[in-house]
Structure formats: C-alpha cells, structure tokens
C-alpha cells in the first residue's frame, strides 16, 4: 500500500533518514526554535517549504483546489449532492403533514385536540427522524471528504501527481479511525459547549489537527488527539484566529451563494408575505437544496485544505518538518 509521501508515523525509529526518506516524527530542528533554514525558499508544491504567514495558509488552499480540481471539487461536489439530495428526499414525504398542521386553525376544525395533538407529533417525529438520517449521512460525508482531501493536500504540498485511486488506496485504512475520531471529539466539544461555550471553543482549537494527524501520520486515534494537543499547545491564539477566519470566510462565501437561491424559492412560494410555511414549499426546499450543493462543494474543501496547511505550518515550527519536507521533495541537500 502507497504512502503519502513525505510524512510518516511517529512510532517509526528515529535514525538519520538518507536521501529522499520520508521524514521522521519528532526530530529536532537542526536550527534555532520558530527560526526558518538560511538560503533560499523551497517551493515544489503550493506552498514554500518553511514556516507559513496567515496568508500563505489560505493561499496554499486555493492552490491545492485549482491544482487537483477534478479530484477536490469533483470529490466535494459528490459528496455534497449525495447527503444533500438524500436529506431533500428523506424531508419531502413530511412537508404536507408539517404544512397543513401548521396553517390549520384549531377553532375551525371538526378534529379533537387530541387528535390534532396526534397528528402534529407524527409528523415532527417522522420529519426529525428524517433530520437526524441527514445528518448521519452529511457526517459520514464530511469525513470521508475531510480525510480525502488530507490525502491530497500531503501530495500537494510536495508537487507530487495523485489520482483518485491513489489517494483512495491511502485515505481507506484511515476511514473508520477517523469517523471514531471525528465522533469522539464531536462529543467531547459539544459536552465543553455546554459547559459555559468557553470551555468547547477551548477544545475545538486543541481537537483541530485531529483529521490530519491521522491520516497522513497514520497513528491511533488517542496517539492524533495528542499530537494535535502538542501541536496546538504553544499556539492555541494563532490557531484560533485562523480557523475563525476560515470559518467566516466559508460562512460569507456559503452566503453569497445561497442566497440567490434562496430568494427564487422565496419568490415562487410566496414567502415574502406573512405566510411562514412558504419556507416548506418543496419548489423552495429544492432552489435552497441545490444552493448548499454549489456552496458545499467550495467550502468543504476549503476548510479542510486550511486545516492540513495549519497543520504542516505547525510541525515547520515546532519539530523543523520542513528541513525533512524538502529532503521528500527531492532538495536533500539544503
């Protein structure tokens, strides 16, 4: 089985690798701390190979997505089809249900209130049993997408061709670690969430790095929740602000685009009036439904590209991976 190259597990020995070797996890830098190389800058991929500015983070991201556009975008606009579509599909049934209890009038019908009662929770069982599936499917979606991309980013990094088969070939033995990973640390957000919202945002930042520890290091899933610890241990305000901007970014561009379409919905069910069911007419669920595709399928990919790059930016400067990236790349004599 293929490796991403230029990455490695931290379990393997930490002996002098020779020429070309993928670097090893937890060599010393052989220059002072947060101090790049002398000479001049290494770039084999789409981002220079030393420690990273915001700028040249975010930039890096779209590079990647410009420059594997077939496997990022087509990857990301099928998986936002698919968990979108069959979310639209699994709510559609309930709509009638939802829209005629809502607009009835409980003074003017020959039903009990028990019987109202009766049909109302029908309804809204079926409809948030119809939700909760979306989300299962939009999870396992996100995952499978957020690890592929990692996969991609780590060859994009070095400038190294990869098809779809090879990054799958990589990406396949990580997938169920992974979905654990994503779901565990889900939960341990949400509970710190819940303890005041400090103490989530908290562990948000120090949980980030989970996905591409995993994947391109190819450790445990307790081994990743603490390399991304570590990694964000003496940066945790720097992290932050850039998953923040990342997320207003990914937030402003979902916007631009779904608006269009959710303002045709709104225009063809009527729903710039006082009627506040229009919003469950299927012609606007549709127009909305095929917004979040388009708006999907450019920040999924975005935001996790930000994420790998944050976290190769991370290693540069705490354990000198760029000496040893730029040796994978084929520049082991600088």
């Known amino acids: 089985m293929s490796e ?15 020429q070309n070797q993928p670097p090893q996890y937890g060599q010393q830098p052989p220059y002072g701390y947060n101090q790049p190389p002398t000479g001049p800058t290494i770039k084999p ?38 968990t979108q579509i069959l979310g ?30 009766n049909q109302l929770t029908g309804a809204i069982t079926g409809f948030l049993s119809g939700t909760l599936l979306t989300v299962l499917l939009s999870l396992f979606g996100t995952v499978f997408l957020s690890g592929f991309i990692t996969v991609v980013v780590g060859h994009a990094v070095l400038g190294k061709p990869v098809t779809f088969a090879q990054a799958w070939e990589e990406f396949k033995p990580r997938l169920l670690p992974l979905l654990g990973a994503t779901l565990l640390s889900g939960l341990i957000i949400t509970v710190g969430l819940l303890l005041c ?18 994947v391109l290091e190819r450790c445990g899933v307790i081994d990743a929740f603490g390399r991304s610890r570590k990694l964000t241990n003496d940066a945790w305000w720097r992290t ?11 937030w402003v561009i979902s916007w631009i685009v779904s608006l269009p379409f959710e303002g045709i919905g709104l225009a063809v069910s009527g729903g710039f009036g006082d009627d506040p069911t229009a919003v469950l007419n299927a012609g606007y669920l549709i127009l909305a439904t095929i917004g979040a595709i388009i708006a999907s399928t450019i920040t999924l990919p975005f935001t996790s590209a930000v994420t790998v790059l944050l976290y190769v930016d991370r290693r540069m400067r705490s354990e000198g991976m760029d000496i040893e990236l730029q040796r994978a790349a084929g520049h082991g004599g600088l």
């Open 197 to 214: 919202i400090v103490p989530g945002v908290f562990l948000w930042v120090m949980l980030a790095l989970v996905t591409p520890a995993l």
């Open 4 to 18: 991403t190259p230029g990455w490695s597990s931290p379990d393997q020995p930490q002996n002098q690798p020779p």
């Open 240 to 250: 932050f602000g850039i998953l923040l901007l990342t997320v207003v970014v990914s």
């Open 45 to 82: 991929g789409v981002i220079p190979l030393r420690p990273l500015a915001v700028g040249e983070i975010i930039d890096g991201a779209i590079k990647t997505m410009r420059a594997y556009p077939k496997l990022i975008i087509g990857a990301a606009a099928v998986v936002a089809a698919v």
């Open 88 to 117: 639209l599909l699994v709510s559609l049934p309930f709509l009638d249900d939802i829209t005629s209890m809502a607009a009835l009038d409980p003074n003017s019908t020959s039903l009990t209130q028990e019987q109202l009662e």
